[in-house]
């Protein structure tokens, strides 16, 4: 079974609690947790306070993803607040062998996250000691963005380098996931999907994700 992952970026922040427990009810695999630092990203979200109140609302894993400098200066703390899975920048910090290392040292999943022009090679010495690898098919910073096209060619890019290192690390897919986008990003290779708006901008969390489900070919 594919994953998806409701972006909480896009839910509406004054009922955080009754949205997370919506997408949960809706069939939402994890819940995708951004936060931002307006020094990695121009945008500041959430820290682990926030993070800790949605733990308490859910059953869900929580999949956080840090846009921060320096995360290793963080990690800690958002294990503390439940983060199953920590995925961090590689442009983010110079030690990421260390910083991965801490995460599972914690008790957490760690996983790296790549920018749209990242380089795969970037990858190379760190791989084998994630759970996770995301890439970002959409500069971060914000939602609602639209997919860029050649992260389809990344994804199979990063299959084949996981198969032919014969480790098992999750690929996973974050920005402009939607109907359109889903089934192309799958066949790719991805195994978890990040959405956001495509989700909490939709009438009906649990169509849409059923909508996910089929274009997967699992309904
Ligand atoms: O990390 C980020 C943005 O930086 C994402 O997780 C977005 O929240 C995805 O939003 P959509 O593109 O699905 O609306
Ligand atoms: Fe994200």
């Known amino acids: 079974m594919k994953i998806i992952a409701p972006s909480i970026l896009s839910a509406d922040f004054a009922r955080l609690g009754e949205e997370v427990q919506a997408v949960e009810k809706a069939g939402a695999d994890w819940i995708h947790v951004d936060v931002m630092d307006g020094r990695f990203v121009?945008?500041?979200t959430i820290?682990?306070?926030v993070c800790k109140a949605v733990d308490r609302v859910t059953d869900l894993p929580l999949d956080v993803h840090l846009m921060i400098k320096q995360p290793e200066l963080y990690v800690e703390d958002f294990v503390k607040a439940g983060a199953d899975y920590v995925t961090i920048q590689v442009e983010s910090t110079t030690h990421l062998n260390r910083t991965v290392n801490l995460i599972r040292e914690l008790g957490a999943k760690p996983g790296v996250v790549l920018n749209p022009t990242?380089?795969?090679s970037s990858l190379e010495w760190v791989l084998e000691y994630v759970d996770l690898v995301m890439l970002m098919s959409v500069n971060p910073g914000f939602g609602g963005q639209k997919f860029i096209d050649n992260s389809l060619r990344k994804t199979?890019?990063?299959a084949n380098m996981i198969q032919s290192k014969g480790l098992n690390a999750l690929i996973e897919l974050d920005g402009g996931i939607n109907s359109k986008t889903i089934k192309s990003a799958s066949d790719a290779g991805c195994d978890a999907?990040?959405?956001?708006?495509?989700?909490?901008?939709s009438e009906d969390y649990a169509a849409t994700i059923q909508e996910f489900r089929t274009l997967l070919g699992e309904a």
Do not use: C, D, H, R
């Open 118 to 120: 990242t380089p795969l």
């Open 47 to 49: 820290g682990p306070v």
């Open 193 to 201: 999907f990040v959405a956001g708006s495509a989700i909490f901008g």
């Open 42 to 44: 121009p945008n500041i």
């Open 156 to 158: 199979e890019a990063l």
